[in-house]
Structures are given as structure tokens and as C-alpha cells.
T-cell receptor, first 115, second 113 residues
Framework: AQSVTQLDSQVPVFEEAPVELRCNYS??????LFWYVQYPNQGLQLLLK??????LVESINGFEAEFNKSQTSFHLRKPSVHISDTAEYFC?????????????FGQGTRLTINP | GAGVSQSPSNKVTEKGKDVELRCDPI?????LYWYRQSLGQGLEFLIY????????KSGLPSDRFSAERTGGSVSTLTIQRTQQEDSAVYLC???????????FGPGTRLTVL
């Protein structure tokens, strides 16, 4: 079984400041890792994913996350945030075993951007 | 439509009543998942369907919950004898197969009075 811990339930930052949202996971098998974003009054959208290969993955809107196997982490970072990044961010993990793709989510981190 | 659709968007019911929630996956997607999002429990997996294989029901919280998927497309999640703790947003997702990216619907907000 897998589990995910998002260490911060809320993160307030000023516009144009850098941000890091922390995510740690636990699993006895290889995993795939995901970050989903939920904007106010909208559904869940995939932000980025790690399946294999390069441990640094990037999204189209400037976010990046790095898979660190030794620290079992997949922290999300952005060097300069914008008001439009205000949302709730969910880290998720799934087993990489064939035929097992159900997602286990963290509790979410609410990112609030202040002008 | 192009995305996953769910109906109704909101459902208010009385304790003890049965409810049915519907999910229309993206056309051609063989895998379909149900999750729920509640204040106390966060986002939890409930059940998934993949093609004609037996569904994985390991996340269903009690035998009051059941789901079916007819013709490999539309799915219905049924909650019998609803309880107040069933109040949550029920999310449906679909993917091309079990290893594909999951696309989520807008959810059904269920309130049990």
C-alpha cells in the first residue's frame, strides 16, 4: 500500500516570490508520482507527473517537481508565483505494478498568493 | 462532450434515502475510477473499472456503496440508506487504460441532511 504526506496544509506567499510545496510518500514498490491542482470551483487537473526517466519534471505554467527516491519526496516548486496560481495542490502516488493505477492522494496544500 | 461529465452537479437528500450518481467518461477510455473528496478524509479512492475485468472495489467504505458500469461506458455509483458522513464531493475520472493519465470530472456534491 502507498501513503502520501503533504506537510503543509496552507502556504501563503507574496506574488512573484518563490514557493515550495512539500510531498513525501511511502511505498514498498516502485511508484508513479503526480501533482494535481484544483482551482477555486473547478475540478482536478493534472499539473505534472513522474513515470520514469529524468527525475525533474516540469509543467507548462512554470512549476517543476523533482523525484528524490532516497528521500521519498516529490516536492513542487515555482521560482515566481502569480495570483492565478492560487489553488489547492494535491500530491498523489500510484503503484507502478502492471494493472494497478488507483491514485492515493495527500491531504492537499492550499496555496494563497497575496499581492 | 470532450471531457468527463457527471450528474447531478449537486444532490441534497435526507438521511436514509438512496442516491444514484452518474459518470460519463471520455469516449474510448477503458478505465473509469470513482473517488470522493470530503473535509475529514481528503481525496479517497473508491472503485475502478477496466474493460471487462472485475472491478477493484477495495476502496468502498461499506456495503451500502455499489457501482456498475454498463456497456463499458457510463457508470453509476449508488449509495443506499445514506448517512450524514456520506456527504462529500464524488469525483469520477477516466483514462485510456490503467496506466494512462486520469482525467477528472467536475464532481457531484452530495449533502445528506
Amino acid at each position: 500500500a502507498q501513503s502520501v504526506t503533504q506537510l503543509d496544509s496552507q502556504v501563503p506567499v507574496f506574488e512573484e516570490a518563490p514557493v515550495e510545496l512539500r510531498c513525501n510518500y511511502s511505498s514498498s514498490v516502485s511508484v508513479y508520482l503526480f501533482w494535481y491542482v484544483q482551482y477555486p470551483n473547478q475540478g482536478l487537473q493534472l499539473l505534472l507527473k513522474y513515470l520514469s526517466g529524468s527525475t525533474l519534471v516540469e509543467s507548462i505554467n512554470g512549476f517543476e517537481a523533482e523525484f528524490n527516491k532516497s528521500q521519498t519526496s516529490f516536492h513542487l516548486r515555482k521560482p515566481s508565483v502569480h495570483i492565478s496560481d492560487t489553488a489547492e495542490y494535491f500530491c498523489a502516488v500510484s503503484s507502478a505494478i502492471q494493472g494497478a493505477q488507483k491514485l492515493v492522494f495527500g491531504q492537499g496544500t492550499r496555496l494563497t498568493i497575496n499581492p | 462532450g470532450a471531457g468527463v461529465s457527471q450528474s447531478p452537479s449537486n444532490k441534497v437528500t435526507e438521511k436514509g434515502k438512496d442516491v444514484e450518481l452518474r459518470c460519463d467518461p471520455i469516449s474510448g477510455h477503458t478505465a473509469l475510477y470513482w473517488y470522493r473528496q470530503s473535509l475529514g478524509q481528503g481525496l479517497e479512492f473508491l472503485i475502478y473499472f477496466q474493460g471487462n475485468s472485475a472491478p477493484d472495489k477495495s476502496g468502498l467504505p461499506s456495503d451500502r456503496f455499489s457501482a456498475e458500469r454498463t456497456g463499458g461506458s457510463v457508470s453509476t455509483l449508488t449509495i443506499q440508506r445514506t448517512q450524514q458522513e456520506d456527504s462529500a464531493v464524488y469525483l469520477c475520472a477516466s483514462s485510456l487504460d490503467l496506466r494512462g493519465m486520469q482525467f477528472f470530472g467536475p464532481g457531484t456534491r452530495l449533502t445528506v441532511l
